[in-house]
């Protein structure tokens, strides 16, 4: 499995906030950190994921934004 | 400084890509992993990064696409 | 404070409509149009903004689109 | 003619870089600010636009970020 | 009427679920297969469709993930 | 292997045009419609992806415009 994106981080799902058309969901990455990715319910219900699965974080560089404050 | 947006990591620029209207910044985070931005070389001017600078990731969440492999 | 995106502006927060999950926010630029952002509703209370603020709009050129009519 | 996102400005071209794959045009908006759209060349030469025209400028909510500062 | 986009497909509205910010369009497009849109429900009413409805879909190729599997 | 995108079509690569940094790819889907993707460079090495291959179109749902011509 290859991806056309630069960045593919492995995480582990610790929490999921849930909307009606829309849902939040929180991944804890190797360094601790957090990361937050937002889909649709039904997306989420395609993936099936729960808190504690492995899921793998996939992001084009173009929609990476640095700031150098 | 504060960022409407769910994912902000610190890292550090370790290579510079440079094209003619588009470059490729790589950038090392704490855990070790390497993330990457695509901006434009105005953009990349403005921001007067190099090698070796500390820099602040931020992506949207609704960026962040999850897999489950 | 230095952004590596090439839309940059400033403007007034002029109405904010809350969901359980995503927020939408209303901002008055200069020239007397209006922007807007969707955010989750956890970044909208991490940015604390609220009516009258005002905030920088930052948007990447890659997510711009150009018609012509 | 009706677009599915919250952000339309009209504006006019005042540069455009080109690239071998990717273009970077420059629009002045009504407010005499700047903004700027990355797409590749051969949208480009669909779009059809030179300096000086008039473009409607689009973008999705989701791609806007707010900053505080 | 020309987009700078490389995505442009055609297709008839087949079901809308709403919230109470964002809502989810689903598109059928000639190959039988279904494509979907996120949107806010300001978007939605300013576009005005309903199901059956004809519409164009539009995405810039940036935003088009490719995955070898 | 699962998505957390609403778009996921399958195509066969017909084109691909490089530059330094960015290069932009072709996709056939189904219906004979054309699709295409711009990503990085090390990207595509990545991919490892020529003409005739078979891939997966990802889309998340919020990068998807609807106009109504």
Redesign the interface.
Known sequence: ???????Q?MGTVTDI?????????K?K?????F??????M???K????KKG?T???????????????
Do not use: F, Q
């Open positions: 499995m290859k991806y056309g994106a630069r960045n981080l906030k849930k909307g009606s058309v829309m849902c939040e969901v991944v990455i190797s360094s601790g950190a990361m937050e990715s937002v889909m649709t039904n997306s989420l395609e993936l099936g994921i699965d899921v793998k974080i996939v992001v084009k560089a173009v929609n990476v934004l640095l700031v150098k404050e």
